[in-house]
């Protein structure tokens, strides 16, 4: 089939049985214990939630159903032959398990565009907005607008069955898919460049799409932004934005109102916001001392970063213990499209610099670079130089795996998430009765 929706309802049932028969198999069994240490430091390691979405393994980075990065931009369907995946494809692989046909991600292609168009109250609350808004603040505000639509509330107060959910929540999410370049977009334009729109082109996929109505129709930023959109998609579930949106999910409020909670998770800066500060802090480098700076002068940047009491943005990582590969990926597309670029000499400098000094703290768990420390370089060549919206652009990305993953929350049947809390009293009692 080349229907998405008749796809994931074709895999249901089974993936129902298979949780029915591990829960009942192995439900009582124990995946991990959890220290004190743990409960203190954010959750840090505990197995506690299903994703099916990607695994995230800390050695080799992340698997989308089990597919690395560099897999995947051999096997994903292809706008040009030779060229970048296109997101498209990735979608149907989150949603279904199997990597698509050419013909699969262009029906997904053709259902989002369908579904793009943006409703005019949301351009105009768009264009309302304060002029300084961050536009992370705008992706949320135009993603609560479009809340009104929300097939899976309306199914749901008028009396829905259970078994039905992933239904309605599948339409909302494809449908918040296909509006969020324009959205993305329109928030791009009305910041920067005046508030003129830019016409979409009817024969561009998703991820082109979203750059072409950005103002960037060349080939290069292009394929560029089809490859970014790709990458970002998805992390595992325990990240702040995808575990935002699932815990908000388990309330069964709908997918708008928990995609905007994993946008404001996504707009700090630990998370997401991280590519924005990774940029301003490069540019503050570049301001004192040039383009041309030595690795010496990187390092007494580094190490006065970490004396003022900041962090070293685009490096490190909860969970990851080596460079991460959607670093690795960019960076190999930085070698192919730009490799006398400045500002890519200087990230590479970074990367011969940071680790060592971040090992030498004596405290950083993973001294390598992230998605972020990478991305700023290639949205900066083609143009896109406007920091503060960088991580609208991984926002876009970060529905496919959020939204996809939530379908299949519900087609689960996956419960309301409450774990426990303790007080520090709590903490003692609990110890104290072991020993
Ligand atoms: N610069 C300076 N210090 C760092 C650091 C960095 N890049 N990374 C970790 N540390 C510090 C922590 O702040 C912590 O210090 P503390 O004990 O004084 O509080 C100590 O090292 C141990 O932290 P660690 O266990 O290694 O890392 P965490 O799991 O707590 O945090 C993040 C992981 C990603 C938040 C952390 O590495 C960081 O702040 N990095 C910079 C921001 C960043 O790039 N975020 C984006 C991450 C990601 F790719 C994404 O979500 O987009």
């Known amino acids: 089939t080349t229907d998405l929706k008749a796809a994931v309802a074709a895999k249901i049932p089974e993936e129902q049985d298979r949780l029915k028969a591990i829960k009942k198999e192995h439900g009582g069994k124990v995946l991990g214990a959890v220290t004190v240490e743990q409960a203190i430091g954010g959750m840090r390691g505990i197995p506690s939630m299903l994703w099916e979405t990607s695994l995230l393994d800390p050695e080799e980075g992340i698997r989308f159903r089990g597919h690395s990065i560099p897999d995947l931009q051999e096997k994903l369907p292809k706008a040009k032959a030779g060229g970048e995946p296109i997101p498209e494809g990735l979608l149907w692989l989150l949603l279904t398990g199997e990597v698509p046909t050419q013909d699969q991600a262009k029906s997904v292609t053709e259902m989002l565009r369908e579904r793009s168009k943006l409703p005019d109250h949301v351009y105009k609350v768009l264009s309302d907005t304060h002029p300084d808004t961050h536009p992370m603040t705008q992706l949320c505000t135009a993603v609560l607008a479009l809340q009104v639509d929300s097939k899976f509330a309306k199914a749901y107060s008028q009396g829905i069955h259970k078994t039905k959910y992933w239904e309605p929540v599948f339409e909302d999410s494809m449908d918040l898919i296909a509006k969020l370049p324009t959205i993305a977009a329109t928030i791009y334009r009305n910041t920067y460049k005046g508030g003129k729109l830019i016409e979409d082109d009817a024969g561009l996929d998703w991820g082109a799409s979203l750059s072409h109505k950005m103002g960037y129709s060349d080939e290069g930023p292009l394929e560029m932004m089809r490859l970014y959109q790709t990458i970002h998609a998805d992390h595992e579930g325990g990240n702040v934005s995808a575990h935002a949106t699932h815990l908000v999910g388990s309330a069964l409020s709908d997918p708008y109102l928990c995609f905007a909670a994993g946008m404001t998770g996504l707009a700090g800066p630990l998370h997401g916001l991280a590519n924005q500060e990774v940029l301003r802090w490069l540019n503050n480098v570049r301001e004192q001392v040039g383009d041309d700076v030595t690795k010496e002068q990187l390092s007494e940047f580094v190490w006065a970063t970490l004396k003022s009491g900041k962090v070293v943005p685009g490096f490190g990582h ?118």
């Open 318 to 435: 909860a969970v990851l213990r080596k460079t991460d590969p959607r670093y690795t990926c960019q960076r190999g597309f930085a070698q192919r499209h730009m490799p006398d670029y400045p500002l890519f000499k200087l990230v590479s400098m970074l990367y011969e610099v940071v680790p060592d000094i971040l090992t030498q703290t004596g405290k950083v768990k993973n001294p390598y670079p992230n998605v972020d420390a990478h991305s700023g370089v290639l949205l900066q060549f083609y143009g896109m130089t406007e920091e503060n919206f960088y991580t609208v652009l991984f926002g876009v990305s970060r529905s496919l795996g959020v939204l996809s993953q939530g379908v299949w929350s519900r087609a689960l049947g996956l419960p309301i998430e409450r774990p426990k809390s303790l007080t520090m009293q709590a903490v003692l009692d609990r110890v104290a009765a072991q020993e």
